[in-house]
């Protein structure tokens, strides 16, 4: 179980670590919903806020993307992407809250390709929970939990659910 | 979690949670239309089968473009030329369409209530896409999201459906849904074609005039059935045209008034409405095929095929 705390240093962590390897290029942090979009909303603010960087900010829906539709009983809830900036050549940070097997970053590489061709897309996650089932590895990470495959990791984030927290939820 | 519905039949049993979710979605939908790829794999390897026993070029053509957007297999099961002519019953046909293992079936059908039979011998999902006078539920579902485009609070605008109400599946299932949406709706129309037995709840006006004072927001002008012309329910076309079409005169009014005017398509220039309605301000009449193909993808997305799922 973590707090806002851990959730707020999990954030330092991740906007140190891209600070340390941006050059002056523009960059664009797209998060996917849902709850993505919160952490790279916290992560645009650090990264604007201590130098003048202009930062992109975009959001991607990937509901239509995913590799399950056809096994899930009801269909993912729809909201749209906002992608404002011009994705051709564009370096991206793609930004989720945790990650697990990797599809829905496969999803999302999906999502961005039919938006434009970027120059350069790279990865960078709250938590990672381990567990992939593609070959997928992040370039940037906050937290670093141990789980077990079966393990749930429930995150919940303020403007999303109305707190900061982490739990780790045993399978029985 | 709700559960999963799989037809859309009509209006009438859609909850209240299917069609704002429907409705919802189809903003998103139009979004994609503005990227250069307007594609999206949503129903990659899903196909979805065209039946259309009676004529239509718009409707037709918006789910094949709907369905070719969620990247869908799309087949026309082209009646006209079909065993149907070598006189194939309906179930036989049908026993022919599920060996096909379509996910999907859009069917129109001069017969009210077919595609609701259609619907209990397959597992696929069947969308009504016009039976009889019946229904017509995606033309209302578009017009409603227009309706939510120009107004985000529709309730208590007001919408004047004019026309041939009695024919119409166009305004029974467009006005069923304005009403659950708490749009208020009026009929306009020669007694003849809008009897009172009709929809006893909604008013009714037989003159232009006194629709006018009911102040609607928006005028809902019906295609006037030609093929329905035999059976003589008004003396003249000239004559429809004068007494309840939107005249260049009349659309004077309309725009200092402020009103929106809406059709479902094919329009019939000259009888409904005159050329200058065209190009109107406010004609939302091709916002609405836009729509039509944003609207049908929400409801294709929406619905769950009962057809090979393995979880």
């Known amino acids: 179980m973590m707090g806002p705390d851990e959730l707020y240093q999990g954030v330092q962590t991740l906007a140190s670590l891209i600070r340390e390897n941006l050059s002056d290029a523009p960059v664009a942090i797209v998060g996917i919903r849902s709850r993505g979009d919160e952490v790279a909303e916290r992560l645009c603010h650090e990264l604007a806020s201590e130098e003048d960087r202009e930062v992109d900010f975009g959001v991607l829906d990937i509901s239509l993307y995913r590799d399950d539709y056809g096994h899930l009983t009801s269909n993912p809830k729809l909201e749209g992407s906002d992608l404002s900036f011009d994705v051709e050549g564009a370096h991206i940070i793609l930004v989720d809250d945790v990650l697990f097997t990797g599809r829905t970053i496969r999803a999302a590489l999906d999502a961005l390709a039919d938006y434009g061709r970027p120059g350069k897309v790279e990865l960078a996650v709250l938590i990672d929970r381990g567990h992939r089932e593609l070959p997928i590895q992040p370039d940037y990470v906050g937290i670093k939990l141990e789980t077990e495959r079966k393990d749930h990791v429930l995150v919940k984030l303020e403007n999303t659910d109305g707190e900061d927290s982490v739990e780790i939820v045993k399978a029985s | 979690m709700s559960v999963a519905r799989k037809d859309l039949l009509d209006i009438e049993s859609l909850s209240r949670e299917d069609i704002d979710s429907i409705l919802e979605q189809a903003s998103p939908f139009k979004e994609l239309f503005t990227r250069s790829v307007k594609k999206v794999p949503a129903l990659k390897g899903k196909s979805v089968l065209m039946l259309f026993y009676e004529p239509s070029t718009r409707t037709l053509s918006s789910f094949e473009v709907a369905a070719k957007r969620l990247s869908a297999d799309v087949t026309n099961f082209d009646v006209p030329h079909s065993s ?55 033309q209302a579902l578009l017009d409603a999201f227009t309706l939510k485009e120009v107004f985000p609070d529709q309730v208590n605008k007001r919408v004047l459906i004019v026309g041939d109400v009695l024919h119409s599946r166009v305004a029974r299932s467009t006005s069923t849904l304005f009403k659950k949406l708490g749009v208020e709706v ?107 193909i944003a609207a049908r993808m929400a409801a294709l997305y929406y619905l769950k095929p009962q057809t090979g799922t393995l979880t």
């Not at chain 2, 046909?93 to 619907?119: F, K």
């Not at chain 2, 129309?189 to 609607?216: H, N, Q």
């Not at chain 2, 398509?265 to 190009?279: A, D, F, K, Q, Y």
């Open chain 2, 84 to 138: 149907v002519v070598k006189g194939e019953s309906i179930q036989d046909t049908i026993a022919t369409l599920q060996a096909m293992r379509t996910d999907y079936i859009v069917v129109r059908h001069q017969m009210p209530g077919l595609p609701a039979m259609l619907s209990r011998m397959t597992q696929a999902s069947v969308i009504n896409a016009g039976d009889g006078a019946h229904a017509h539920p995606t």
């Open chain 2, 186 to 292: 009026a009929f306009l129309g020669p007694g003849s074609l809008v009897p009172e037995y009709c929809a006893p709840e909604i008013p009714r006006f037989t003159s232009y005039e006194d629709a006018m004072k009911w102040k609607p927001d928006v005028v809902y002008l019906l295609r006037v059935q030609m093929e329905r012309q035999k059976a003589q329910f008004f003396p003249s076309l000239r004559e429809y045209h004068q007494l309840f079409g939107i005249t260049s005169e009349r659309l004077k009014q309309l725009s200092d008034a402020g009103v929106y005017i809406m059709h479902p398509g094919p329009v019939n220039r000259g009888v409904e409405l005159c050329h200058e309605v065209m190009e109107y301000e406010r004609s939302l009449i091709n916002q609405q095929v836009e729509n039509g």
